[in-house]
């Protein structure tokens, strides 16, 4: 393969020296019961057996068994890595058309004494039981939208829409374990987020907010830790969010404060966001909420949402304490899905002088949502389409400064302009941290497909590549009684353009392979996962 300027022959792991270091007849961890042969397929995959298996149906509603492992496990390694995501992407006769419309899919890989137990089922939401009964599309997807039998159904059907009744629970976006050890399910509506058996993939029930907060969305991606599951709920009526905190055991949010947005029409778009040990940063970006496009049967090229540069771009950065503004500042235009971690800046008497606060950054093209038309991942992955991406380092100045900095807080060459599904080591969340892992690119291609470490203090890359793989979200776990920030493994599952798939585990100081599971099949590509300990 001829080497690229911003891969290194140093620093890429190719598939070739797996074969050098795992021949095919040594077998570190032997699993007797092992899936060898794929089980029937019970869900139609779509027809076309030349489109890439990350971005097919998957195979069938539920399956689970040991994997053969060729390479290492570490001993320490013990409890549950589980994954969501879209994975089912037709009904019937009819597919879907984007990315993110897909029924959630949850995968788990169970470690325990240098073993792996795989599986992963369909979370049973409301919207995906109705579909399987009716045949048909029942509720309102990311991109999809119920077709209605009449004029009177179309009627209600806009009432539905609008008490929220109508908006899908397929919480097929993340998953997040609480700290009295609930795990649920989330995705971007309220209503979407159900607990489930983090052992058997049994979907529990409904997590119901006992608050009356009310509202219909609210950020995919909180922050949660031992002690509090923090989020932002953005405000369509009165542009703007509440910023709220739900402690661990508990049911009920409360309000830590409100941000009103400075510009535009509607609140931006919060998928996500960043905290720091004092603060909670609440991002404005100029993609914001349209209710427009919201109503609308057909998709728009940017669906919910609309692009509004003239209302500009800020982050505000609320106190955890008190809920008041610290201060709000005005920055360049930017997307983001993902903030990766943001911390305090302090003078030399400790003093905070500034919130540094990172994020995968799409050079503030839209595009990007489009790209992930089903349409445009299941074209030639030979096609360089993917647009760039940055780790975009905003600085905001705490000395009442009107204006904040975004700059590339790397080359991007680095990590071959891409950049997204981003994880960290959790002890470093909201603090000063050095390593981040998340998906780059090797071009030409239409979608992220390597594995990076990223080295903020040195500036610089490692990259994991096989030709034709698609990797989902790198996530780190750290060794117990670790010391070294970047100790522990990287924990990935690869779709193969051959049609199978794998779980890779990567060592998170090398950034070498130690160990790979091949799955019975090739899995749809997923979205975010958490861990679960033994």
């Not at 795992?22 to 995959?45: C, E, G, M, W, Y």
């Not at 008190?322 to 709000?328: F, L």
């Not at 981040?436 to 994991?464: E, H, M, S």
């Amino acid at each position: 393969m001829a080497s690229l300027p911003f891969l290194s022959p140093s620093n890429i792991i190719l598939s070739h020296k797996y074969q050098l270091l795992f021949p095919a007849k040594r077998r570190d961890s032997v699993i007797t019961n092992v899936a060898t042969q794929p089980p029937p397929i019970l869900l139609s995959p779509d027809k076309d057996l030349t489109t890439h298996v990350a971005w097919t149906s998957v195979r069938q509603e539920r399956w689970e068994g040991d994997l053969l492992v060729q390479g290492q496990i570490p001993l320490w390694l013990k409890g549950t890595y589980l994954r969501n995501g879209p994975g089912l992407w037709h009904i019937g006769n009819y597919n879907f058309r984007h990315l993110f419309d897909g029924y959630a899919t949850l995968v788990k890989l169970h470690f325990e004494n240098g073993r792996l137990i795989a599986g992963h089922r369909q979370i049973e939401s409301d919207a995906y039981k109705a579909a399987k009964q009716n045949k048909k599309l029942c509720y309102r997807e990311f991109s999809e939208v119920p077709k209605p039998d009449n004029f009177l159904a179309y009627i209600g059907e806009m009432a539905n829409l609008f008490s929220g009744a109508s908006l899908t629970d397929n919480a097929n976006t993340g998953v997040v374990r609480l700290g009295d050890g609930r795990v649920v399910c989330l995705t971007e509506t309220q209503k979407g987020s159900i607990i489930i058996d983090p052992d058997t993939l049994d979907t529990i029930g409904k997590f119901e907010y006992s608050d009356s907060l009310g509202g219909l969305i609210h950020s995919a991606h909180p922050i949660v830790t031992e002690s509090e599951f923090l989020t932002l709920l953005p405000d369509l009526l009165k542009p703007g969010y509440l910023v709220v905190r739900m402690e661990a055991g508990s049911n009920e949010r409360k309000v830590i404060g409100r941000v009103d947005c400075r510009g535009g029409p509607a609140a931006g778009w919060v998928h996500s966001f960043p905290v720091t040990e004092h603060y909670v940063i609440v991002p404005e970006m100029p993609l914001r909420y349209c209710a427009q496009n919201l109503l609308k049967a057909e998709p728009t090229p940017l669906y919910k949402f609309e692009w509004h540069p003239h209302s500009k771009a800020f982050v505000h950065v609320v106190c955890k304490a008190s809920g008041n503004i610290v201060t709000s500042v005005e920055v360049p235009l930017f997307v983001t899905f993902h903030f990766i971690n943001a911390y305090e800046e302090r003078d030399q008497e400790g003093r905070v002088t500034a919130v540094i606060a990172d994020c995968c950054e799409h050079n503030a093209d839209t595009t990007i949502l489009d790209k992930l038309r089903l349409q445009n991942l299941r074209s030639s992955m030979d096609v360089d389409v993917l647009p760039d991406a940055r780790v975009g380092r905003f600085r905001i100045p705490l000395d009442g400064s009107p204006e904040g900095i975004l700059e590339a807080a790397l080359d991007p060459n680095e990590h071959g302009r891409g950049m997204d599904m981003c994880s960290i080591n959790p002890s470093f969340l909201g603090i000063k941290y050095r390593y981040a892992y998340a998906c780059g690119a090797q071009r030409p291609c239409n979608f992220p497909n390597t594995l990076t470490k990223i080295d903020l203090v040195n500036k610089k890359a490692k990259n994991w590549y096989q030709e034709g793989a698609v990797p989902s979200e790198p996530f780190f776990v750290a060794r117990p009684g670790a010391t070294l920030e970047d100790d522990g493994v990287v924990i990935s599952m690869i779709s193969e353009k051959n049609g199978d798939g794998f779980a890779l585990l990567l060592d998170g100081i090398t950034f070498e392979e130690i160990a790979r599971a091949k799955f019975p099949y090739g899995l749809p590509y997923g979205l975010h996962g958490c861990w679960v300990p033994a």
